[in-house]
């Protein structure tokens, strides 16, 4: 492969900052692929002070009048170019953080670099704002890595999960039942441990450098933990935990009259196709001249979903679930009669001929888009992954 140039800024000519107008706007509708690129541009009408050329006084000026983009985007797309591009300052994405999307990269602006390397493509970004607030814990103690396994492990779900490990034969098999999907983040106090295929990763936020473990030698770690010979490792650690039951709780009284139930349309069950890459992956980023207020009201409908804490089952079509499923669709278009927010987790039933067909999945909620222009009144679209 070739080395990268890095770009230097020269004063530049009417018809280049034409072109550059011109390739900006059409970089817009490709977000997801172009925010470092976006960024340079910026920079680059900025260092040259181009945007004079049209009376702006400023290139937050430029960017509000020529782009829609307000002084919060516009600076976010510049300090992206700045911490994630080439040599800081050219339109190639540094090696290291290909694959990681746009949300990522946004929540990571405001992280100490030397806790990148507990990123992956796998993390969520509340796990990435969970660490970035055992930064700033400034009273959590030193921990140790013993520690963090016994957090992990204490609740009795994690039960199965420690016999596993006991009885496993190999490193494989220690690995298929600690990261079945190939990714683990754990973490306590000011210790992060981030599992991979091929090495641990072992960080205490606030020092510098890191340390990596072999699998065999956090087999050891794990043994010195848990008693992996007693015929149940998880009550040895934590003893005979009785299942919590729930208070009885007091019948409701009937009313006198049962008011009908609004029923379900075949519309809130189906969604509809054909959203843009825009409101999927840059709704911080749009100008505020385009959100509008969603008025509380009541809601009529019946729900289209059920929730528990923060999961939401959800009806959808089996064209839709198939798309969902190979990746090609990344978002959902929904009824925000539920309050969606970041890091709620999608329990999506694929239904067909009025009826579910058994497939699942589960897609975590990254972005929650609302409020914007050619967005039907209480919708919103939701980037998932």
Aim: proline content about 5%.
């Amino acid at each position: 492969m070739g080395e990268v140039r890095v770009e230097e800024y020269h004063q530049i000519t009417i018809q280049e900052y034409m072109d550059i107008k011109e390739d900006l706007r059409r970089r817009l509708n490709h977000l997801a692929e172009s925010f470092v690129a976006i960024g340079y541009r910026l920079k680059q009408i900025r260092d040259s002070e181009a945007y004079r050329q049209d009376g702006y006084e400023n290139i937050f000026e430029f960017a509000e009048k020529e782009l829609g983009l307000t002084k919060s985007p516009a600076s976010r797309f510049m300090a992206i170019n700045d911490r994630y591009s080439v040599g800081g300052n050219s339109m190639e994405l540094r090696p290291e953080f290909i694959g990681l999307g746009k949300s990522r990269l946004s929540e990571m602006l405001t992280m100490d670099p030397e806790d990148y390397v507990l990123v992956t493509d796998k993390t969520s970004i509340k796990e990435i704002r969970e660490l970035k607030h055992m930064e700033k814990d400034e009273s959590a103690e030193p921990t140790k890595l013993q520690e963090v396994l016994l957090k992990e492990y204490e609740s009795p779900r994690r039960r199965e999960e420690l016999q596993e490990i006991a009885k496993a034969k190999c490193i494989d098999d220690v690995k298929a039942t600690v990261i079945p999907e190939g990714y683990r983040l754990m973490k306590k106090g000011i210790l992060a441990i981030k599992f991979e295929e091929d090495k641990i990763t072992v960080r205490t936020m606030g020092t510098s450098g890191v340390q990596e473990l072999s699998w065999n030698e956090m087999l050891v770690e794990y043994s010195e933990t848990f008693d992996l010979n007693a015929e149940d490792p998880w009550e040895a650690a934590y003893g005979s935990q009785e299942e919590e039951t729930e208070p009885p709780q007091e019948k409701e009284k009937k009313p006198a009259k049962e008011e009908p139930m609004p029923v379900a349309t075949s519309q809130q069950e189906e969604q509809i196709p054909g959203q843009t890459e825009l409101e999927k992956d840059f709704p911080e980023y749009l100008p505020d001249d385009q959100r509008v207020e969603i008025p509380d009201t009541k809601r009529v409908e019946a729900p289209e979903i059920e929730e528990v804490g923060r999961r939401h089952k959800l009806k959808i079509a089996k064209m839709f679930f198939d798309a969902i499923a190979d990746g090609t669709k990344t978002f959902e278009l929904r009824k925000n009669d539920r309050n969606y927010m970041i890091g709620d987790i999608l329990e999506l039933r694929e239904m067909m001929d009025g009826s579910p067909t058994g497939r699942e999945l589960e897609k975590e909620v990254v972005y929650v888009l609302e409020g914007f222009r050619g967005l039907e009144e209480g919708y919103c679209i939701l980037g998932i992954q």
